[in-house]
């Protein structure tokens, strides 16, 4: 089974649409998106994704652990790469419900849970990433280029991910006036879970997105992948302009 975050599947932009809800201070219509996202889901991704986020916003704690344990239970049998490091967190979060109960066998148990879940990524590609730089085989892309989201930040880190959906994005994205281009690298050292996206708006690191100061090999093109709709661009690109949270370099 092999299930990617799809940044336009439909449960996934219904708690996009619940977050910023939330974020503009509305939780009642945060809190009915989140249970139409639960209700709409098809599969098990869907339901960890929805029930996560409805664990979330609870306010009271046995219900936010229902949900939680709900999340985990939907990712356990997922049993995938692309939800594994959520594991984590969400053990994490239970911890902290039992805790808040009064229970510290089960807090105990699953705080040893989450840390046993951690670790350095052990993903093993392939992996890509979006540009539209024209560039060919054998090349090496290197830390140090500018931001796409702040023009004025140098960035120390080279960015690549083993989702081909969210190259994509990042070619879509990227600053330039070539086509746009999904390459695919080989990380020349080591390299560690993008930490502004991991653990932000989803648990763990669910877009497979990483990042290394090493520089990344490149070992072939991409030809053909779903690219976005014209509308879609132009929500991304408002969305990347409005993005005035602070990058983790």
């Not at 977050?19 to 219509?29: A, F, I, Q, T, V």
């Not at 009064?102 to 040893?112: H, I, L, Q, T, V």
């Not at 796409?148 to 120390?156: A, T």
């Amino acid at each position: 089974m092999d299930i990617k975050f799809d940044p336009n599947n439909a449960i996934i932009k219904l708690c996009m649409s619940g977050m910023e809800l939330e974020d503009s201070g509305n939780s009642e219509d945060a809190i009915t998106m989140f249970h139409k996202a639960w209700h709409e889901a098809k599969d098990d991704y869907d339901r960890f994704i929805a029930s996560y986020h409805l664990a979330r916003i609870q306010k009271s704690i046995s219900d936010k652990l229902k949900w939680m344990e709900t999340s985990l239970q939907c990712a356990l049998k997922i049993n995938d790469d692309n939800v594994k490091s959520a594991y984590s967190t969400l053990y994490l979060n239970i911890a902290k419900c039992y805790e808040e109960l009064g229970d510290s066998e089960n807090a105990k148990r699953n705080y040893e849970l989450s840390n046993s879940a951690k670790g350095a990524p052990t993903d093993v590609g392939p992996f890509y990433h979006g540009t539209k730089a024209d560039l060919k085989v054998g090349d090496l892309l290197a830390a140090g280029g500018t931001s796409n989201y702040k023009p004025e930040l140098k960035m120390n880190h080279i960015y690549f991910t083993a989702n081909v959906n969210v190259a994509g994005l990042a070619a879509t994205l990227a600053k330039g006036e070539g086509r746009e281009r999904i390459y695919i690298i080989e990380p020349t050292g080591e390299f560690e879970n993008d930490p502004n996206v991991t653990d932000k708006k989803f648990p763990g690191n669910l877009t497979r997105s990483y990042r290394s100061k090493e520089p990344l090999r490149i070992v072939g093109e991409v030809t053909e992948w779903t690219k976005l709709t014209t509308t879609e661009k132009r929500e991304w690109h408002e969305k990347s302009t409005k993005n005035k949270g602070r990058i983790i370099n």
